[in-house]
């Protein structure tokens, strides 16, 4: 079984002489409830460093539904049978005590303006504020030469991303490409949450971002036309949409004159809310 340290200052000595031996150190930050896709993470880092921590906190301060929080999955010791497999050395289970040491009202808050807004930050208020802070506080805690997060949750991405850029924090921010099931559903903890009949169905969201892609790739010029009807699509097979917007991938920017783009979509299906996205890369035929 992968050892597991609760304590932060445990996990800063293990860092320390792993420096001290040359190592380089990665962290994979999770929420637990481990699947292919996180797996795929750690895998990634350990291309890119010698010692591998994966840290498994369910983190209250980036849940702007409470119910949402209490019903989110706690496997730590399925996780530590999963990782076991894996080329990770550390597993950090921080308690919520040993992260917010004042308590989550009294505690220091990072917010990124701008990018943390619109898209999933419209339709869940202070979550990003809540992902900043807790990455934050574990990259302070375990200072790793990189970290490593998924592509499936590119806002987040980015928001991390500009996170270290503007604090000026000496660790790489890597991001690593989606995981699909084989009918390219975004592997995902929350699809857990599906039922048999929606699980069958949650594919929809995939197809209907590759039919923007191509429609995109296409030369189609009326990207907000696109949008509208890619909400259309998403609720003809099921889903309650949120969003469906055609972004800039390298900064999630408008996407005006830009010829690599993003595709992002988040929609509910029963108990589940899903999120995905697709690059759409080359130039559009529209413009050339």
Not at 147 to 168: N, P, S, T, W, Y
């Amino acid at each position: 079984m992968t050892p597991v340290i609760t304590r932060s200052s445990e996990l800063r000595r293990q860092v320390a002489d792993w420096r001290a031996e040359g190592r380089r150190v990665a962290l994979v930050p999770t929420m637990g409830n481990l699947h292919a896709g996180h797996l795929a993470l750690v895998e990634r880092a350990a291309g890119l460093a010698e010692r591998v921590v994966v840290s498994v906190f369910v983190n209250p301060t980036q849940f702007d539904d409470p119910a949402d929080f209490e019903r989110y999955p706690r496997t730590l010791e399925a996780d530590r049978e999963r990782l076991a497999a894996a080329p990770c050395d550390l597993v950090f289970a921080p308690t919520p005590a040993g992260l917010y040491p004042f308590g989550q009202a009294a505690a220091v808050r990072i917010e990124v303006p701008g990018l943390s807004e619109g898209l999933c930050g419209a339709w869940r208020p202070g979550h990003f504020a809540g992902v900043a802070t807790v990455v934050c506080r574990l990259l302070n805690v375990c200072q790793p030469d990189l970290a490593v997060f998924g592509e499936k949750d590119l806002q987040q991405l980015r928001v991390i991303e500009r996170l270290v850029a503007d604090l000026q924090m000496p660790v790489d921010i890597v991001g690593a490409p989606t995981v699909r099931e084989a009918d390219g559903l975004a592997m995902s903890s929350r699809n857990t949450y599906l039922s048999k009949d929606e699980r069958q169905r949650a594919a929809g969201l995939y197809r209907t971002l590759c039919r923007l892609r191509d429609a995109i790739a296409a030369g189609e010029p009326d990207l907000k036309g696109l949008e509208t009807t890619g909400k259309d699509w998403l609720a003809a097979e099921g889903f309650v949409p949120e969003y469906v917007e055609i972004r800039r991938w390298r900064d999630l920017g408008p996407p005006e004159g830009d010829d690599d783009l993003v595709v992002l979509a988040a929609a509910r299906l029963g108990k589940a809310r899903l999120i995905d996205n697709l690059r759409v890369r080359g130039k559009r035929k529209d413009e050339r």
